[in-house]
């Protein structure tokens, strides 16, 4: 969040004043497309209906909308409603973290 905060900085203090704002804009773009890059590949999503755990491409998270939801236990989670691969069906997608010291790669609860 600091990089992108750092990108934002840079690109108001000295890419605006030197090219103007379209350029400013592009930086502040290329930095929210990097930001979102990183968590993709960090990230999959669980389908609801029958639990598959799939990642999507970066421009699919780039442009999908996250919510919020809160558990019966009183916790909350993400999600986005996505198109499982598996059963085809259109459900809320819960955003699961992927645990890089549990032999590189799964998806934590």
């Known amino acids: 969040m ?3 905060v750092a990108v934002f900085a840079f690109a108001v203090q000295v890419v605006q004043p ?3 704002w379209f350029f400013a804009v592009m930086v502040m773009l290329a ?5 979102v890059a990183t968590m ?3 990230s999959g ?11 999507v491409p970066v421009l699919v998270n780039f442009v999908t909308l996250a919510h919020m939801a809160k558990e019966a236990d009183g916790t909350y ?3 986005k409603t ?3 691969p598996r059963c085809k ?8 973290q992927r645990s890089e010291s549990r032999g590189g790669g799964q998806f934590l609860k």
């Open 2 to 4: 600091l990089a992108l």
């Open 18 to 20: 030197a090219r103007g």
């Open 31 to 35: 930095g929210i497309w990097i930001s």
């Open 40 to 42: 993709t590949r960090r």
């Open 45 to 55: 999503y669980r389908c609801r209906k029958c639990g598959h755990v799939f990642q």
């Open 77 to 79: 989670y993400s999600y």
């Open 82 to 84: 996505l198109t499982c």
């Open 89 to 96: 069906q259109r459900t809320k997608a819960r955003l699961m």
